[in-house]
């Protein structure tokens, strides 16, 4: 590798072979094996930029952002729905208990509690009626 | 993570674990099966890297994080059509996050500005990252100030670590053009930090 092409793979890919292209590394190491101070001072140049580079951190994402992302997915959607219709399908079923309910309690307060004596007394609205009859004759 | 959606069940009830370092490829065919483990996966992996692209070419954090899940949508949706040994998952990944960026940058430029000068002005650069002297807000700057794909190159090719060819890929360009745009991207760069710091000496 010739100084020219080793400046300008510097200049293009910065001090860190790591990041030149693979096939020119070899090449690269060894020419700055067989010319230490002279690749050094080309590569001083870069690592000034590299370091710089460095110095800009991204924070990584937040739990809200990769929340939003993981629900906009098709099998977050799908559960997301099922879990919906289930809960509707609960909130229809209790709905219909307490409608049931209401009937229940509605009838229990409409209907009369005795039952007049001349209509078989006590028996008459039992399955023993008859039996009340039976006991009367 | 601290995030869940539904997963893959075994017959005893557990999740099903990842094997150790799935290829993108396995998982996106995961993803497809609505395997919750595989995206949560896919999330962990990919978020932080097309986020710090985004932030670092769009220079604003909610706009970059727009990009981000507009990018996993994108992801979620080619999960089912995705054609292994076709492309490499992570080229055609980051080409659809730059395409958003570009998107959201020519955007930009058609409400508030015209087109950005295509060399680097060497004048006194503005005082935001100055008067604090905080590096990131210094190479920030440096990098708003870049024309568009000088940017994108540097951080396909620093920051991400891509080889020149995926860079290239990624970005739609030729090798060649690749490094023009990189030695270009270098050189005013170093100029602008340069002249950062002589300005910041007279300051003080």
């Known amino acids: 590798m010739t100084p020219e092409r080793f400046s300008e793979l510097a200049e293009i890919y910065g001090a860190e072979l790591r990041r030149w292209p693979e096939d020119r590394r070899e090449a690269a190491a060894a020419y700055s094996e067989a010319y230490p101070e002279e690749a050094e001072r080309t590569l001083a140049a870069a690592r000034r930029l590299d370091e710089a580079l460095d110095g800009y951190a991204v924070t990584g994402p937040g739990a809200k952002l990769t929340m939003a992302i993981v629900e906009a997915t098709p099998s977050f959607r799908t559960a997301a729905r099922r879990m919906q219709l289930w809960w509707q399908g609960a909130g229809f079923a209790a709905l219909g208990l307490a409608g049931a309910l209401a009937g229940a309690l509605a009838i229990a307060l409409l209907m009369p509690m005795t039952v007049p004596p001349d209509e078989g007394g006590a028996y008459a609205m039992t399955a023993f009626s008859d039996m009340a009859q039976i006991v009367d004759e | ?204």
């Not at chain 2, 220079?59 to 089912?80: K, N």
């Not at chain 2, 076709?86 to 958003?100: C, I, K, P, S």
């Not at chain 2, 891509?162 to 270098?186: C, D, H, P, Y």
């Open chain 2, 1 to 204: 993570m601290g995030v869940r959606a539904a997963g893959t069940k075994t017959e005893n009830g557990a999740e099903k674990p990842l094997k150790s370092r799935e290829t993108d490829e396995a998982l996106l065919a995961r993803i497809a099966r609505n395997d919750g483990a595989a995206v949560r996966e896919m999330v962990g992996r990919k978020l932080p890297r097309i986020l710090a692209v985004a932030v670092r070419i769009l220079g604003d954090r909610v706009e970059a994080e727009d990009i981000a899940q507009e990018t996993f949508i994108r992801i979620w949706r080619q999960a089912p059509r995705w054609e292994s040994g076709r492309a490499r998952f992570d080229t055609w990944l980051y080409g659809v996050a730059l395409n958003l960026c570009r998107d959201r940058l020519r955007r930009r430029r058609e409400v508030y500005t015209a087109e950005p000068p295509e060399t680097v002005d060497p004048g006194p650069p503005p005082d935001r990252g100055l008067e604090d002297g905080d590096t990131i807000r210094t190479v920030e700057a440096a990098l708003a100030m870049l024309p568009e794909r000088q940017r994108e190159a540097l951080v396909l090719q620093y920051y991400e670590e891509l080889s020149n060819t995926e860079a290239a890929a990624a970005m739609g360009v030729s090798i060649e053009a690749l490094e023009s745009l990189l030695a270009r991207g270098r050189r005013n760069l170093r100029a602008f930090l340069e002249n950062t710091d002589a300005h910041a000496d007279t300051r003080d």
